[in-house]
C-alpha cells in the first residue's frame, strides 16, 4: 500500500515511517510512505505556499497554485490517488472509516494549514477528515495518526489475530492485559489467567471488556450485537452481582 503526506513541514511528519512496525512494514516494502514538501512545488525564490484572502478577514489562506503542480506531478508519476485533507469540518475518524481507507491502494494526505486551503484545490480531495471537535495549528499530526491508524490494517503490518481482538474492533474496549511478575506492591494476576483453561480465559476476557465497555463507553454497548461469547460473559456478570447483593 502507497501512503503520501504532502505537508510543508516534511521534517515533522517523516518521523511516522522511523519507528516500531510501521518503519518494518516499510522496510518489507508492505508499506511505501513518501512525504512531500507543497513548497517543492512553488515556482518563487522564496517558496511561498500562502497569501491573504479574497475579501479579507484575519490569516492566510494556502495558495491553489502549488497544489495544482504538485497534482499534476503525482498523477503521472504514481497515479491517480484517493485524496484526503485534514481539516476540522471532515467527517471524525473512527475504525470503520479507518478499515474503508486502509482498502485503497494509493492514498494521499493532504496536511491543512493557516486559515484553510484555496478551495478550488477541493476539486482534487476525495474526503475531508477530521480527528476531533478542536482546531491544531496544522494538520501534520492528524495525518500521521490517519497513516498510523490506516497501516495496522494493511495485511503483514501486524498480526492478523491483534488487530481483530483490538477495541473498537471488535465493536466494545478491550479486556485488561497483564504480565509477569505474577504480584507486585500486593496487587495480583487474576487467577483465572494462570489457570490454563482457554475457554475461562476466553469468558474472563470478554467479561471485562464488556464491563469496561459499559463503564467508560455505554454508547458502543449499546449499539453491540451481542453474540454467543457476549451472552455466556454477561450472564457471569449478572450471577456476578445478584451474589453481591444477597
Known amino acids: 500500500m502507497k501512503i503520501s503526506i504532502l505537508t510543508i513541514f516534511p521534517e515533522m511528519v517523516s518521523v511516522i515511517k522511523k519507528y516500531g512496525v510501521i518503519s518494518k512494514a516499510v522496510e518489507n516494502k508492505i508499506l511505501d510512505i513518501q512525504i512531500f514538501n507543497l513548497r517543492d512545488f512553488t515556482n518563487d525564490k522564496h517558496k511561498v505556499v500562502d497569501d491573504y484572502p479574497f475579501g479579507g478577514g484575519?490569516?492566510?489562506?494556502?495558495?491553489?497554485?502549488?497544489?495544482?503542480?504538485?497534482?499534476?506531478?503525482?498523477?503521472?508519476?504514481?497515479?491517480?490517488?484517493?485524496?484526503?485533507?485534514?481539516?476540522?469540518?471532515?467527517?471524525?475518524?473512527?475504525?470503520?472509516?479507518?478499515k474503508e481507507l486502509s482498502c485503497e491502494k494509493n492514498v494521499l494526505i493532504i496536511c491543512g494549514r493557516y486559515e484553510g486551503i484555496d478551495e478550488r484545490v477541493m476539486s482534487f480531495v476525495d474526503r475531508e477528515i477530521s480527528i476531533g471537535d478542536y482546531v491544531l495549528t496544522g494538520g501534520e499530526l492528524p495525518a500521521m495518526i490517519i497513516?498510523?491508524?490506516?497501516?495496522?490494517?494493511?495485511?503483514?503490518?501486524?498480526?492478523?489475530?491483534?488487530v481483530e481482538q483490538e477495541s473498537f474492533n471488535t465493536g466494545i474496549l478491550d479486556h485488561p492485559h497483564y504480565t509477569r511478575p505474577r504480584e507486585i506492591n500486593g496487587l495480583k494476576v487474576p487467577e483465572v489467567l494462570l489457570s490454563g483453561d482457554h475457554n475461562k480465559i476466553e469468558i474472563w476476557r470478554r467479561k471485562m471488556a464488556l464491563k469496561k465497555t459499559m463503564e467508560k463507553r455505554p454508547d458502543l454497548f449499546f449499539n453491540k450485537e451481542f453474540d454467543k461469547l457476549d451472552k455466556v460473559a454477561l450472564l457471569e456478570l449478572f450471577r456476578e452481582l445478584i451474589d453481591g447483593v444477597r
Open 147 to 162: 497513516a498510523d491508524a490506516i497501516s495496522r490494517f494493511v495485511p503483514e503490518v501486524i498480526d492478523k489475530d491483534s
Open 58 to 98: 484575519p490569516g492566510m489562506v494556502m495558495k491553489p497554485e502549488p497544489f495544482f503542480r504538485f497534482f499534476e506531478y503525482f498523477n503521472k508519476e504514481f497515479g491517480k490517488p484517493y485524496t484526503i485533507l485534514t481539516s476540522p469540518q471532515g467527517e471524525t475518524l473512527n475504525n470503520e472509516i479507518v
